[in-house]
């Protein structure tokens, strides 16, 4: 599973670096993190607006979920235009999160 899911992460953030250049051109990388900044925001009001059952006509759940691919593209561009591995950047975060222990022992 852990090859598979470096491969996955490192074939995305070829594809996506491929397509952003294709698309974009050699943009600023506060392009693409203000794009994810934007979606967050997308993501949230699907959130609230679920949670608060208002605008029931909306699919907050399929708006909360484009919202949320949208941020992870946006975040793989980012680290493509900065030269960062995202895949390293997830596993060491990841390793550091995983050790932290939030509830108190009683």
Wanted: proline fraction near 2%.
């Amino acid at each position: 599973i852990e090859k598979r899911r470096k491969k996955m992460l490192k074939l995305l953030q070829k594809e996506v670096q491929i397509w952003s250049e294709k698309n974009f051109g050699d943009q600023p990388s506060w392009i693409p993190l203000l794009g994810a900044v934007e979606e967050l925001g997308e993501l949230a009001h699907a959130h609230v607006k679920g949670a608060q059952r208002i605008k029931m006509e909306e699919d907050h759940v399929g708006n909360a979920k484009d919202a949320i691919g949208d941020i992870i593209i946006y975040l793989v561009d980012y680290c493509g235009r900065r030269g960062f591995n995202i895949e390293e950047i997830i596993r060491t975060t990841w390793e550091e999160v995983r050790r932290r222990e939030w509830k108190k022992k009683s």
